[in-house]
Protein backbone atom coordinates (compact mmCIF):
# COMPACT_ATOMS: atom_id res chain seq x y z
CA UNK A 1 0.00 0.00 0.00
CA UNK A 2 1.45 3.49 -1.02
CA UNK A 3 0.39 6.88 -1.11
CA UNK A 4 2.75 9.35 -2.87
CA UNK A 5 2.02 13.15 -3.09
CA UNK A 6 3.90 15.34 -5.39
CA UNK A 7 3.59 19.04 -6.27
CA UNK A 8 4.35 20.42 -3.31
CA UNK A 9 6.94 24.09 -3.27
CA UNK A 10 8.27 27.27 -2.76
CA UNK A 11 5.36 29.49 -4.28
CA UNK A 12 4.77 33.62 -3.75
CA UNK A 13 1.85 35.11 -2.08
CA UNK A 14 -1.47 34.48 -4.62
CA UNK A 15 -0.20 31.89 -6.31
CA UNK A 16 -1.01 28.65 -7.23
CA UNK A 17 -0.10 24.92 -6.62
CA UNK A 18 -1.79 21.66 -7.50
CA UNK A 19 -1.02 18.55 -5.21
CA UNK A 20 -1.18 15.06 -6.39
CA UNK A 21 -1.44 11.77 -4.35
CA UNK A 22 -0.95 8.38 -5.97
CA UNK A 23 -2.07 5.51 -4.55
CA UNK A 24 -1.30 2.19 -5.65
CA UNK A 25 -1.49 -1.65 -3.44
CA UNK A 26 -4.97 -1.18 -2.62
CA UNK A 27 -8.54 -0.37 -4.34
CA UNK A 28 -8.61 3.73 -3.90
CA UNK A 29 -11.91 3.82 -5.49
CA UNK A 30 -13.82 2.36 -2.50
CA UNK A 31 -12.02 5.05 -0.41
CA UNK A 32 -12.83 8.56 1.28
CA UNK A 33 -9.75 10.83 0.17
CA UNK A 34 -8.81 13.54 2.55
CA UNK A 35 -5.93 16.38 2.60
CA UNK A 36 -4.39 17.74 6.19
CA UNK A 37 -1.71 19.98 6.46
CA UNK A 38 0.64 20.86 9.96
CA UNK A 39 2.34 23.62 10.02
CA UNK A 40 5.74 23.47 12.44
CA UNK A 41 4.25 23.95 16.28
CA UNK A 42 0.52 23.45 15.35
CA UNK A 43 -1.85 20.18 15.44
CA UNK A 44 -2.31 18.48 11.79
CA UNK A 45 -6.08 19.76 10.55
CA UNK A 46 -8.25 18.81 7.97
CA UNK A 47 -8.07 20.83 5.01
CA UNK A 48 -10.64 19.09 2.47
CA UNK A 49 -12.51 15.70 1.69
CA UNK A 50 -13.99 13.73 -0.72
CA UNK A 51 -16.09 10.71 -1.03
CA UNK A 52 -14.69 7.63 -2.72
CA UNK A 53 -17.06 8.68 -5.81
CA UNK A 54 -16.31 12.31 -6.00
CA UNK A 55 -20.13 12.86 -5.50
CA UNK A 56 -19.29 15.12 -1.91
CA UNK A 57 -16.95 17.08 -0.97
CA UNK A 58 -15.46 19.12 2.00
CA UNK A 59 -13.23 22.10 2.62
CA UNK A 60 -12.50 23.99 5.66
CA UNK A 61 -13.33 27.21 5.98
CA UNK A 62 -9.98 28.25 5.94
CA UNK A 63 -9.62 27.34 2.34
CA UNK A 64 -13.33 27.47 0.84
CA UNK A 65 -12.97 29.55 -2.27
CA UNK A 66 -9.23 28.93 -2.63
CA UNK A 67 -9.04 25.00 -2.61
CA UNK A 68 -10.70 22.23 -4.38
CA UNK A 69 -10.21 18.43 -3.76
CA UNK A 70 -10.93 16.02 -6.58
CA UNK A 71 -10.33 12.39 -7.76
CA UNK A 72 -9.88 10.79 -10.73
CA UNK A 73 -10.47 6.89 -9.36
CA UNK A 74 -9.30 5.49 -13.20
CA UNK A 75 -6.14 6.84 -12.26
CA UNK A 76 -6.23 6.16 -8.60
CA UNK A 77 -5.03 9.70 -8.10
CA UNK A 78 -6.22 12.09 -5.56
CA UNK A 79 -5.73 15.99 -6.47
CA UNK A 80 -5.82 19.66 -4.40
CA UNK A 81 -5.85 22.71 -6.48
CA UNK A 82 -4.85 25.48 -4.02
CA UNK A 83 -5.16 29.02 -5.92
CA UNK A 84 -4.77 32.31 -4.08
CA UNK A 85 -2.04 30.90 -1.72
CA UNK A 86 -1.09 33.09 1.31
CA UNK A 87 1.87 32.34 3.80
CA UNK A 88 0.01 30.98 6.71
CA UNK A 89 -0.81 28.05 4.04
CA UNK A 90 2.16 27.58 4.25
CA UNK A 91 2.91 23.27 6.15
CA UNK A 92 3.73 19.92 5.57
CA UNK A 93 0.22 18.22 3.37
CA UNK A 94 -0.66 15.30 3.81
CA UNK A 95 -2.98 13.14 1.77
CA UNK A 96 -4.97 10.30 3.40
CA UNK A 97 -7.62 7.37 2.01
CA UNK A 98 -9.86 5.58 5.11
CA UNK A 99 -12.41 3.00 4.55
CA UNK A 100 -13.50 2.15 8.15
CA UNK A 101 -10.71 0.85 10.19
CA UNK A 102 -8.39 1.02 6.96
CA UNK A 103 -6.54 4.24 7.43
CA UNK A 104 -3.27 4.96 4.60
CA UNK A 105 -1.34 8.17 4.61
CA UNK A 106 1.32 9.70 2.71
CA UNK A 107 4.79 10.73 3.52
CA UNK A 108 3.35 14.62 3.16
CA UNK A 109 5.03 17.21 0.65
CA UNK A 110 6.35 20.50 1.82
CA UNK A 111 3.83 23.85 0.56
CA UNK A 112 6.46 27.26 1.60
CA UNK A 113 4.20 30.21 0.74
CA UNK A 114 6.48 33.45 0.69
CA UNK A 115 7.70 36.41 -1.24
Known amino acids: VRLVESGGGLVQPGGSLRLSCAAS????????GRWYRQAPGKERELVAA????????FHADSVKGRFTISRDNAKNTLYLQMNSLQPEDTAVYYC?????????WGQGTQVTVSS
Open 96 to 104: NAERGARDY
Open 25 to 32: GFTFSGYA
Open 50 to 57: ISSTGGST
